[in-house]
């Protein structure tokens, strides 16, 4: 496997690209097609991921094909526990962490989350925020082992996990 993992450019032909395997990935994940209540920053990843200086977006390559994605971009959800707590100052938050089936379980998941820790730390935020849903039954393991805790988990339809990291080095 030669994968090549960089950093997706203001060019409207390699966002499409990501849209689209994105899109795919959740209809093959979740079984839903495109919807906006859910994934406005997809439709909007120009706005949301690529030109905010403190925000990005990066896929996994083989060859031309992408075959895994990460989001970062400044935290900027609005839930009533966390007013106060995390701020687009201090959190950033992880999004659309995506492997292709056929290659999942070759550590493309920890390296593109390296590279998303490795980016946030270079644009001084504090701590990384995400949520995850405990019916994807490698996420919290997954997100566990890379030193993420649990903050809260929700008795929602969704079974919402909401967990940080604390990227300060000592």
């Given at each position: 496997m ?16 990501v ?9 093959k994940?979740y079984?839903?097609?495109?919807t ?16 905010p ?8 390559f ?9 989001g970062?971009r400044?935290y900027d ?12 100052d ?7 962490l ?8 070759h550590?493309l ?12 730390y270079?644009?001084?935020y504090d701590?990384?925020?995400l ?21 809260i ?5 969704d079974?919402?996990t909401?967990?940080?990291k ?5």
């Amino acid at each position: 496997m030669n994968i090549e993992i960089r950093e997706v450019n203001n060019n409207e032909n390699e966002i499409r690209i990501v849209q689209d395997f994105l899109y795919d990935q959740i209809m093959k994940e979740y079984g839903i097609g495109p919807t906006p209540k859910f994934h406005y920053d997809i439709e909007s990843m120009d706005e949301y991921y690529i030109l905010p200086e403190r925000n990005t977006f990066f896929a996994a390559f083989d060859g031309d094909k992408i075959v895994a994605s990460v989001g970062l971009r400044a935290y900027d959800l609005g839930y009533d526990f966390f007013k106060g707590v995390y701020t687009k100052d201090d959190t950033a938050s992880i999004w659309r962490l995506m492997v292709d089936e056929n290659y999942r379980r070759h550590g493309l998941a920890r390296n593109l989350v390296a590279k998303i820790e490795d980016f946030a730390y270079s644009k001084s935020y504090d701590k990384i925020y995400l949520h995850t849903h405990r019916y994807l039954e490698a996420g919290l393991p997954f997100w566990k082992s890379l030193g993420y805790e649990i903050t809260i988990e929700e008795d929602d339809y969704d079974e919402t996990t909401h967990m940080i990291k604390n990227l300060k080095k000592y």
